[in-house]
T-cell receptor, first 113, second 112 residues
Framework: NAGVTQTPKFQVLKTGQSMTLQCAQD?????MYWYRQDPGMGLRLIYY???????DKGEVPNGYNVSRLNKREFSLRLESAAPSQTSVYFC????????????FGPGTRLTVL | AQSVTQPDIHITVSEGASLELRCNYS??????LFWYVQSPGQGLQLLLK??????LVQGIKGFEAEFKRSQSSFNLRKPSVHWSDAAEYFC??????????FGTGTRLTIIP
């Protein structure tokens, strides 16, 4: 039981390049989330998906797109990376009942030059 | 809109000493409150949560937190810290099913 896995662990991009961050969970959770973590700002929600086939914007969605491919997988895409998107990205999942615990992946550290 | 304030950016505590990390929230109704811990290079792990009922909640690793509505606070405590408690701690408040708002975190350093 791997929990929440994220790939890649590290990535360096040049401004304007695109990439997709992958996230998968094996806990049969319905809800999945993408956060970014920046120094002094805590975690901010980018997008979330309450169930397969649905996605909604969070606090900081600009510059990102997401795909809930199936119940297990939730990907985050940067179409044209900008230096402001340099951050650590976390994926999380939960069972959407009365604020059950969110389980986090290990993160992807992204640098945009 | 809900918000969370963690006033202490960095706290240093001696091993074996007691610990209290502060968290203040702003929300118009009864909040759902959480404390998460993040070890270096890792994701976040839930320490404890408050939904309703007893205002003193027990969590993992010997941590506890007390909800005080009159002070809009949810402070995290531990009677005796261990070197392995060195990490970053995040308080979070939830107003809806899907969306948690996190504080900016408190980094805890333990000195021998």
């Amino acid at each position: 039981n791997a929990g929440v896995t994220q790939t890649p662990k590290f990535q360096v991009l040049k401004t304007g390049q695109s990439m997709t961050l992958q996230c998968a969970q094996d806990m049969n959770h319905n809800s999945m989330y993408w956060y970014r973590q920046d120094p002094g700002m805590g975690l901010r929600l980018i997008y979330y998906s309450a169930s397969e086939g649905t996605t909604d914007k969070g606090e900081v969605p600009n510059g990102y797109n997401v795909s809930r491919l199936n119940k297990r997988e939730f990907s985050l895409r940067l179409e044209s990376a900008a230096p402001s998107q340099t951050s650590v990205y976390f994926c999380a999942s939960s069972v959407p009942l009365a604020f059950n615990e969110q389980f986090f992946g290990p993160g992807t550290r992204l640098t945009v030059l | 809109a809900q918000s969370v304030t963690q006033p202490d950016i960095h706290i240093t505590v001696s091993e074996g000493a007691s610990l209290e990390l502060r968290c203040n929230y702003s929300y118009g109704a009864t909040p759902y409150l959480f404390w998460y811990v993040q070890s270096p290079g890792q994701g976040l792990q839930l320490l404890l949560k408050y939904f309703s009922g007893d205002t003193l909640v027990q969590g993992i690793k010997g941590f506890e937190a007390e909800f005080k509505r009159s002070q809009s606070s949810f402070n995290l405590r531990k009677p005796s810290v261990h070197w392995s408690d060195a990490a970053e701690y995040f308080c979070a408040v939830g107003a809806s099913q899907e969306k948690l708002t996190f504080g900016t975190g408190t980094r805890l350093t333990i000195i021998p």
